[in-house]
């Protein structure tokens, strides 16, 4: 490998352009190569339609980070394994966790590291929060995933089809800060869902994730206005509180001062996968889409008024 690792993006939405591509720039570990994308235009770096053409180009890649929607990975990791390549997939890692661990069996196999990131594990005050429930055995508490679609996925036609997700899309970063901090067996329990009549997949989200004596009430909606709430609030056995707000970036213990870090998530998670591709050792959870799917599987659907967008 080259002094830089050669990196293509596969996948070039909303989610590549706001965020990966301005990790990488900015990381001097990568060198941006290639983008795979059918309507991206052309910039910096050449485009192909897809990863089979850019490998057919000669192009030498390291690694690729596979942003397109999650139903639709299987063959770019496959293509990627194949040609020796490390694996960063954005989150969710697939749309069911036999498919996910499907694609952690291919990168076994090729050998290649692979990468499942969740963002929000990066935000700035989720290492503190972990510090706190290190040595706090939690009691109870209560996840507000609350933001509006409209601000948020604009034109994300795909998150309202079947392995989309919906409200579940940014609800996952919630679970997926409660399984770090507490990688507990988590039973779902008490699902309803709010499913508008002209798409597949929920608007809003109710359901209780309880872990011994430990229940966490969880809420996650689409249509909130004007601001969003992304907050985890926590409390322990002996009353002492945890309060982690805007997605993880800010903090607050026993109602105590609100503090607060600049988020810079992405850059975290390009220093670890630079890490990972020169180690060669893969990171792959799939406890937070575990528990998507086990809310999916036992919710009380109900149909509400039609989503538009």
Request: hydrophobic content about 45%; charged content about 20%; glycine content about 6%.
């Amino acid at each position: 490998m080259t002094l830089q690792i050669r990196i293509a993006i596969v996948g070039v939405g909303k989610i590549a352009i706001d965020q990966h591509l301005p990790a990488i720039k900015s990381n001097p570990n990568f060198e941006l190569v290639a983008l795979v994308s059918r309507s991206a235009a052309a910039g910096d770096v050449p485009v192909f339609a897809s990863l089979d053409a850019a490998f057919a180009a000669g192009l030498s890649i390291d690694a690729v980070a596979i942003c397109t929607p999650p139903g639709i990975r299987v063959d770019a990791c496959r293509i990627a394994s194949a040609n020796g390549c490390a694996i960063l997939i954005e989150k969710p890692p697939a749309a069911t966790v036999s498919e996910a661990l499907e694609l952690r069996s291919m990168a076994d196999a090729a050998p290649v590291p692979i990468f499942a990131t969740w963002h929000a594990r990066f935000a700035s005050k989720v290492v503190d929060a972990a510090n706190w429930c290190r040595s706090h055995t939690l009691r109870a508490g209560r996840i507000d995933w609350l933001e509006d679609a409209r601000k948020w996925h604009p034109g994300q036609d795909w998150l309202w089809r079947k392995g989309g997700f919906g409200v579940f899309d940014p609800g996952i970063n919630a679970l997926s800060i409660l399984t770090a901090l507490y990688p507990h067996e988590w039973g779902v329990s008490n699902t309803t869902f709010d499913v508008p009549a002209n798409v597949d997949m929920p608007i809003s989200a109710q359901f209780v994730l309880t872990a011994g004596e430990a229940d966490i009430a969880v809420n996650f909606d689409f249509r909130q206005t004007p601001r969003e709430t992304w907050a985890l609030n926590l409390e322990a056995t002996d009353g002492s509180t945890l309060e982690l707000t805007e997605g993880g970036a800010a903090i607050a213990m026993n109602g105590g001062e609100r503090i607060r870090s600049e988020n810079l998530e992405y850059a975290a998670i390009y220093e670890r996968f630079a890490h990972i591709v020169r180690c060669g050792e893969s990171e792959f959870d799939v406890s937070p889409l575990r528990l998507t799917e086990r809310a999916f599987a036992t919710a009380h659907v109900k149909t509400v008024a039609p989503f538009i967008g």
